[in-house]
């Protein structure tokens, strides 16, 4: 009696994926078939979401690492690709908030935000693709934002999530002819704790800020995390195979 093998699981890392769109995101590729680095400040954090997957009967791995701090990101993919296997699915989720209007934004403000969304995603891009072009297969996946087309009081976000558009298609072009694609993800209006953030910011509660912004979105809900966990493990498939340097806004309608 012969048996066939079955492929190996392929590593994905998912950045920023203690909570939010970033746990949502792990959970929905571990239910694909990967195993998953979850990413998060501290190893502690990415707990929640490492037992999650692992409840479900995934195979999950916890890793602390500043995505702006360049020894850290080294450190971390070397241990994910030792533990799990090199990581060739990559989504760049990571990101904080400093709202301010201009006047008000400090040096700080703008540099922590520029510094975790984008340089993260350059760092962590330039750690995995090494493992990517090594496979002849890679994904990466960058969350953007539909505050990439400006957003009062985010100055510093809109230029990072803006950022992050042009990062993919100069990524998509360099690392094509190595079987790599590189996509994002623009979320609208999504559930999160960073919208809690931006509600108490403007002096909202939670519950009228999202219905307000219902009213606004065509298809009449705010988006959950599960959403843009859907889009990204399209981008992620092998069915992608054929798409690269595009930016999908998820954002239940289009934008103006």
């Given amino acids: 009696m012969t048996t066939t093998e ?4 392929r590593v994905a890392l998912v ?14 590729l571990a239910a694909d078939g990967h195993r998953v680095a979850v ?22 791995l916890a890793v602390g690492c500043d995505v702006s701090d360049a020894d850290a990101v080294r450190a971390a993919v070397s241990q994910v690709a030792e533990r799990l296997g090199p990581p060739v699915v990559l989504v760049n989720n990571a990101g904080v908030l400093r709202d301010n209007l201009l006047f008000k934004m400090t040096e700080a403000d703008w540099d922590t935000v520029l510094g975790v969304h ?8 330039r750690a995995c693709q090494e493992h990517m072009v090594a496979a002849g297969f890679g994904r990466i996946v960058n969350l953007s934002s539909s505050s990439a087309l400006g957003n009062r009081g985010q100055a510093n976000y809109a230029a990072a999530k ?18 790599v694609t590189a996509n994002a993800v623009a979320p609208g209006f999504v559930a999160t704790d960073m919208t809690a953030a931006t509600a108490a910011r403007v002096g909202v509660g939670f519950e009228d800020f999202q219905q307000a912004a219902a009213e606004r979105i065509p298809v009449r809900r705010v988006g959950r995390p599960e959403d843009i966990a859907h889009a990204v493990s399209f981008f992620a498939s092998e069915a992608a195979g054929f798409v690269s340097g595009q930016v999908l806004y998820v954002a239940g309608g289009p934008l103006d």
Avoid: C, N
């Fill in 39 to 60: 990413l998060d400040l501290t190893e502690e954090s990415g707990r929640e979401t490492v037992s999650a997957i692992e409840a479900a009967g995934g195979s999950a």
């Fill in 15 to 28: 950045t920023g994926a203690a909570r939010g769109i970033g746990a949502a995101t792990a959970v929905r």
């Fill in 162 to 179: 803006a950022g992050l558009q042009g990062f993919t298609k100069t990524l998509a072009i360099e690392l094509g002819k190595f079987g």
């Fill in 6 to 9: 079955q492929p190996e699981q």
């Fill in 118 to 125: 984008l340089r993260g995603a350059f760092l962590m891009s």
